[in-house]
């Protein structure tokens, strides 16, 4: 702790969000800073790089109007922390933490770091519980337990927040029909426009659980969009492992948020590393995403669906593919499927559930669901197959053996991949895969 | 000697302390966080630090410890789980709660404990250099004692119990030996010499066993995209391999499958020895959000506690997952310490440090002539399931398997998606005609006809593809389907099931019964008969 206050005027240069400051005596790395600008109005920094006495200060919120000579920088001795209660439950705020629902700000029981600690692998908890989404491509061949984080791979234009809101609308935890077992939803939109986060407000408001939203729009400052996940996740922490929640903390678009990284860091001259992207995205990343998890003897869990938008829809571009390499498995949206009316659009061929294994079987599910699993994805992706073959030797140069695979794969496209607004639980998607499977008399189930 | 802290860049700190020396320990802060010297100008040492710099003040304190990064090795390791510095994960968590929040002195790996020391020497007896004083049991394994430097005539000799800090023996010049050492991460360890001979190590797993086997003392990389099944291969070999001790570090990767395999560790036996796998078991974990400098440490520190029983005469397996993780922490330290940098912002040393971490592997001639082996398997994240990366080309070029995990493969959920035209050992001829000798002589023979077949079955692929399967001659068909029948009941293992170890004996004969079905069907082909009368008998 410092004895005094200390503020500076010794400002050197002002570079896009980043200030440098000369002359500093004492800072501290990822110290909160105040900035006072000339027309009166405030700021928060935070320390990012000192060099002996010249310090590098990213500013949240928006730079314009700073100035040389008489812009103050005033040091608070603290690093980021987010204020929390219960009484975050209901709210909205912004990226920096200020309530935009007009209700005046709660008084908090206690602050944390927003950074977060990373949890010490011997005191998780393995995830196993399964979280029904009502979505089969999901529950029935994908399955989402508790603690995990699968993120969904979505194209520009394709209707990601649906599945989203879906999901939101239909999770249960387990596979008895208790609502709300998601017990609470932290929703954090990063960069979104007005008419995407008014979609996701009215069905946050359908949504029968608790909900927080952080809230940065397009319009907002960018360096908010790195801080409001932090935010999100903190407030998700303490619900679920100080208040024994099960937390279901949904991000979208992630893709802003690796744009935003990037900005910070070709403002602060760094090495760019593939597509421009900082070398340090991988462990960036890390530090958001394994926040989700269980702890032991604990009872709530953090389980994360983060939304991104794979640029070209190109899957090896670095967003897509860090994430990747981080959650466990991905659900990845399909152009062609969408354009061919079918929702929720997700290729099950590439997208993966790393955690299934342990939430589905005899007495989490059911006994068969891995053979049925497995018996789809063997003769879904032969089909696939065969549509290439198809499209050059033409249906009639098929064996009917292979024709019957090919109608097995549309079939299955139409009635389990397909459902439209219908809410399916897990033992409906197994006997509907089940019936398809004996009805053109394919093995494994 | 101290000093204090005088600058910060993202996971380094420059200090102003004199009289360091490269690649020293140094405490930082008030909080006391751990870091080794990397760079060193006059009046300045630049320092990575193993814990999150946040919340680190310019003018804090700063003093070196005087010796490298070392681990604490001794009887005790196995079934631990450490993290990237040999700190005991659980004790941690007993002590600070499930969140690592960093600072502290470094917590030793074991409280105060008494241990047996079973004396092979006598007192007033004359001790060679090198020979071994006595030994201490941990489980099956013998820690031996042995006398340091030229030697000496023992004076006082533990017999039976001991304090694990106490000498167990003292000589007559005052020398003492001890059970436990501390030796520097960055340093090999010393042996009398390599020895260059080829035993093969079984994985369990058919597809390397049979097509790409492994030898004792070799290096194996498997670089793969995400979702090809890396660390579930991983972790099967590390289940299932037949060796005497495992050593596995979890670089850089996800928590939540760190909490998974502690928990099938704790539960499985291993099928060699009907043990419980943690009982011949080390961890080394370093998360993903875990500091980055220590993610770089993490290899040294469980290659050296590798090294450690590979000395004491053990087979040792060391897996890395994933040394890509470790190679992007060099990076990040590189560009914090604003280096040239190389292809992909990599330094330039990056080749180099991996050929020298990949050359601890090997079979040694111990110091105390006995043979001990340090296999070491890394997996590799390339970006984008690229490998002209140059993470994965630098490999390739020390290892000597390569496992390529196959995109394709894992899509269609054949696992281990190994992909057998890509995928190469250089072990094979001399692993293979172990197996000759030891399992069958048809071995080698088999594994060829394997490998005609499927490379046939890819150029028959390319066939069909234009004029469809309708198109192509009833004995190419009939090679289309046994190629399916390898794949999926030979190649393909579930890993989750009984199926995931086989024996060489159990691989043989399968691959054996369905390549025996194969002639046979070919010999009905040839006479004449319909090949739907054919299929249909063997279905």
């Known amino acids: ?244 929640r099960d937390v279901l903390v949904l991000i979208t678009d992630m893709t802003n948020y690796c744009d935003a990284l990037r900005e910070v860091s070709t403002a602060r001259e760094e090495l760019p590393g593939r597509r421009g992207y900082p070398g340090y995205m991988y462990s960036d990343l890390a530090s958001l995403f394994e926040r989700a998890g269980r702890i032991k003897g604990t009872a709530g869990s953090v389980t994360m669906l983060p939304i991104l938008t794979m640029p070209e829809d190109d899957i090896t571009h670095p967003i897509p593919d860090l994430t990747g390499y981080i959650t466990e498995g991905q659900i990845v949206l399909s152009r062609e499927l969408h354009q061919r009316g079918i929702f929720p659009p997700v290729d099950v061929l590439p997208s993966l559930s790393r955690l299934m294994q342990r939430g589905i079987g005899k007495g989490r599910t059911r006994e068969d669901h891995r053979a049925i699993a497995n018996a789809l994805y063997m003769n879904y992706a032969t089909g696939r197959d065969l549509r290439r073959l198809e499209a050059i030797v033409g249906r009639d140069g098929m064996s009917d053996a292979d024709r019957h695979v090919l109608d097995f794969a549309d079939a299955f496209e139409r009635e389990i991949v397909h459902q439209g607004s219908e809410r399916r639980s897990v033992g409906e998607t197994l006997d509907a895969s089940k019936r398809l499977l004996e009805r053109f008399k394919l093995g494994g189930a | 000697m101290s000093g204090r802290i005088t600058a910060i860049t993202g996971p380094t700190v420059s200090v102003d302390v004199p009289g360091l020396k490269l690649h020293e320990c140094v405490t930082v802060g008030a909080a006391g966080l751990m870091g080794e010297v990397v760079r060193l100008e006059r009046g300045r040492a630049v320092v990575q630090v193993y814990e999150s710099t946040r919340g680190l003040a310019v003018g804090e304190p700063a003093a070196g410890t005087g010796t490298e990064l070392c681990v604490r090795l001794g009887p005790g390791l196995i079934g631990q789980m450490f993290d990237g510095l040999q700190r005991p994960l659980v004790a941690m968590a007993a002590q600070h709660g499930p969140f690592i929040r960093g600072g502290g002195a470094k917590v030793p790996p074991w409280g105060a404990r008494t241990l047996r020391f079973v004396p092979l020497k006598k007192s007033g007896e004359r001790i060679a250099p ?124 996800r928590g939540n499958e760190m909490a998974e395999m502690l928990d099938d560790f704790a539960t499985l036996s291993d099928p060699w020895h009907q043990q419980p796998l943690m009982s011949r078991t080390i961890i080394a974990v370093n998360t993903s959000n875990m500091p980055v400098a220590a993610r770089e440490a993490s290899i040294y520190t469980a290659v050296t506690m590798a090294e450690y029983y590979r000395d004491m005469g053990y087979g040792v397996l060391l897996l890395a997952d994933s040394l890509s993780r470790w ?146 001659q009833d004995a190419d068909r009939l090679l289309m389907r046994t190629t399916e029948a390898i794949r999926r009941n030979f190649l393909m293992q579930n890993s989750y099931t009984e199926d995931a170890f086989s024996t060489p004996q159990q691989t043989l004969e399968r691959i054996a019964q369905i390549l025996e079905r194969h002639r046979t069907a070919s010999g009905r082909l040839e006479k004449g008969e319909l090949l739907e009368t054919i299929l249909r008998e063997s279905a």
Not at chain 1, 170 to 185: D, H, I, L, W, Y
Not at chain 1, 220 to 239: K, M, Q, S, Y
């Open chain 2, 130 to 253: 090198n020979e071994v004083a006595g030994y201490i049991e941990e489980g099956p394994f013998r820690h031996a004692v042995l006398a340091s430097g030229e030697g000496g005539t023992i004076e006082r000799i533990v017999n039976g119990e001991f304090e694990a800090e106490a000498p167990v023996f003292s000589l007559s010049d005052g020398r003492q030996g001890f059970a436990f050492h501390s030796w520097p991460v960055r340093v090999p360890r010393p042996y009398r010499r390599k020895l260059s001979r080829v035993e093969p190590l079984v994985t369990g797993q058919r597809c390397i066993d049979f097509l790409f086997p492994l030898a004792r003392g070799g290096s194996a990389i498997f670089p793969g995209g995400f979702g090809t099944g890396k660390t579930i291969l991983e972790q099967s070999i590390a289940k299932l391999a037949d060796v005497d001790i495992v050593v596995y570090v979890g670089c850089g990767e």
């Open chain 1, 1 to 244: 702790m410092r004895l005094a206050r200390h503020s500076y005027t010794t400002i050197r240069s002002v570079q896009g969000p980043l200030l440098f400051l000369e002359r500093v005596l004492e800072a501290r790395m990822g110290e909160v800073v105040r900035i006072a600008f000339p027309d009166g109005h405030e700021a928060e920094g935070e320390v990012l790089k000192i060099e002996g006495d010249v310090v590098l200060i990213e500013v949240v919120g928006e730079s314009r109007g700073l100035d040389l000579d008489h812009s103050r920088v005033l040091f608070t001795d603290v690093v980021k922390r987010a204020p929390l209660s219960p009484a975050v439950l209901g709210r909205v705020f912004d990226g920096s933490f200020r309530p935009i629902d007009d209700r005046p700000m709660f008084i908090p029981d206690r602050w944390a770091p927003v950074a977060g600690f990373p949890l010490n692998p011997v005191a998780r908890e393995r995830p196993q519980d399964l979280i029904e989404t009502g979505l089969s491509t999901i529950d029935g061949l994908n399955t989402l337990v508790k603690g995990q984080k699968l993120p969904i791979f979505s194209c520009a234009g394709l209707p990601s927040r649906e599945i989203a809101a879906a999901i939101l609308e239909n999770a249960r935890a387990g596979t008895q029909n208790v609502p709300g077992a998601a017990s609470a939803v932290v929703f954090v939109a990063l960069g979104l426009t007005q008419h995407e986060y008014a979609y996701y407000g009215e069905a946050l408001e359908r949504m029968q659980g608790d909900f927080v939203a952080f809230i940065n729009l397009a319009k907002d400052p960018v360096v908010e969009r790195l801080l409001a996940p932090r935010f999100g996740l903190t407030v998700a922490e303490h619900l679920a492992f100080d208040l024994g």
């Open chain 2, 327 to 472: 190679a992007e922490a060099l990076r990040e330290i590189s560009s914090a310490l604003e280096e040239m940098p190389g292809e992909e912002g990599y330094p330039t040393y990056l080749a180099s440090r991996m050929a020298e971490f990949v050359a601890r592997a090997g079979v040694v001639e111990t110091l105390d002539g006995r043979t001990g082996s340090l296999t070491v398997m890394l997996s590799i994240s390339p970006p984008g399931g690229d490998f002209s990366e140059p993470v994965t080309q630098a490999c390739l070029r020390t290892t000597g398997s390569f496992f390529m995990l196959d995109t394709d493969l894992a899509h269609r959920r054949h696992f281990p998606a190994i992909n057998w035209f890509q995928s190469f050992s250089l072990y094979e001829h001399e692993v293979s005609a172990r197996f000759d000798a030891a399992v069958s002589p048809d071995w080698s023979a088999l594994r060829q006809e394997t490998r005609t077949l499927l490379q046939r079955e890819a150029r028959l692929r390319e066939v069909a593809e234009i004029v469809g399967t309708e198109g192509l």
